[in-house]
């Protein structure tokens, strides 16, 4: 009979208990006047890009391909596309004109040039100039016979303004030896060549232009 009576006294505090907590739940509603509601689920990116076995999920792409301007970089190649620059026509460039000298055809005639001979491995010229003023020697041209073997040297008034080996001719001497004083002609002075075996009695011919324009030639 005890024992019932202490499992019913056991239910009746039970019973009180739920009771005054019904109490209390029902008090706190009527202060505040409002229904707790429970939270709704996030629809932010970041919980939808949570997956069902908890992994992130990476960054979500665009829905719409935005138009990128012309002038700007590409992120993935790196290179700026610009727009071309407009066309124009050419301008033709007139071709530049070759200057000629021309000299005093009174000056040139001063010059004089002829064939004197032939000495062991040299041929020998007489060349003139009658007037006042000196003129340099730019260019010489001169043919020999093939039997003369080579040409090594050219003499002006007894000094050496060229210097070299040609083994065939024609020879052309614009390459020069010594000072430019060297090639200046005053009155009349010996041109001489050296070659490498005997000389030849004839068979050459000579041409010597001068840096103002005249030129001079003479043959054997």
Request: aromatic share 8%; proline share 10%; net charge negative.
């Amino acid at each position: 009979m005890t024992t019932r009576r202490f499992t019913l006294l056991i239910l009746l505090a039970v019973l009180l208990l739920m009771l005054f907590g019904a109490a209390l739940v029902y008090l706190l509603v009527g202060r505040s006047g409002t229904t707790p509601t429970l939270p709704e689920p996030s629809s932010s990116p970041e919980a939808t890009q949570t997956a069902t076995r908890g992994i992130p999920l990476g960054p979500q792409l665009p829905t719409q391909q935005e138009s990128v301007p012309l002038d700007s970089a590409s992120p993935a190649t790196g290179i700026t596309a610009t727009s071309p620059p407009p066309t124009s026509s050419p301008t033709a460039v007139p071709p530049s004109a070759t200057v000629t000298t021309t000299p005093p055809p009174a000056l040139c005639s001063l010059l004089d040039l002829r064939f004197i001979s032939t000495t062991s491995t040299v041929s020998r010229w007489r060349l003139e100039n009658r007037g006042s003023q000196p003129m340099e020697i730019a260019r010489i041209e001169t043919s020999w016979p093939q039997s003369n073997d080579a040409i090594f040297n050219a003499f002006l008034d007894g000094k050496v303004i060229w210097s070299g080996e040609d083994l065939v001719p024609p020879t052309i001497m614009t390459t020069w030896f010594g000072q430019p004083e060297d090639r200046q002609l005053r009155g009349a002075v010996s041109l001489e060549f050296f070659y490498g075996t005997q000389a030849a009695a004839s068979g050459y011919d000579l041409l010597v232009h001068f840096s103002n324009g005249c030129e001079v030639a003479a043959t054997s």
